[in-house]
Structure formats: structure tokens, C-alpha cells
């Protein structure tokens, strides 16, 4: 049974996603909440909005972060409860 529930929003997960790194300040709280064994929950919506932030990054000058260019689909595996 879960200690805590946490909702996440695009924000959040987009930074996950862009940090490129494991040991960024948002991937260590992801690891935090997994080990604390939080029911994460996210938004029925949150694959729209994540999808929506990336695209915006696509169109602006400068187009994505080094890290972000090589997400795939199957980086979208975050696994939360809706």
C-alpha cells in the first residue's frame, strides 16, 4: 500500500524528460518518490500536455536541448496512475 499520493504535471515530467541526466534534482525526487513507494498519479490529460511542451520546443529558435533529442516514445514510460 502506498505511503503518499503525488500528482505530477507536464511541467515536472518535462523536466524529468530534458534533464538528460539521473542525477538531476528531479530525477533524484522521482527515485525519492519510488523508494518511498508514493502512488504517483498525473492528469488524464498529462500525455497531451507533455506531447504539446516537446512540440513547442521542436518550434522555437534553437529547437531541443541536446538531451531531448533523442526522447522516443518509450520514454514516455513513467508509469503513473490516471
Known sequence: MPNST????AS???????SGEYTSPV???WKAWHEAEF??????????????A????VVRP?????PARSLGAGDFRLNPTF
Not at 515536472?12 to 530534458?18: N, Q, S
Not at 516537446?54 to 520546443?57: C, D, F, G, N, T
Open 6 to 9: 503525488i500528482c505530477v504535471d
Open 39 to 52: 502512488l504517483i498519479v498525473a492528469p488524464t490529460l498529462i500525455h497531451h500536455e507533455v506531447s504539446n
Open 62 to 66: 534553437g529547437g531541443f536541448p541536446k
Open 54 to 57: 516537446l512540440r513547442r520546443y
Open 27 to 29: 530525477a533524484e525526487l
Open 12 to 18: 515536472l515530467v518535462i523536466r524529468l524528460l530534458l
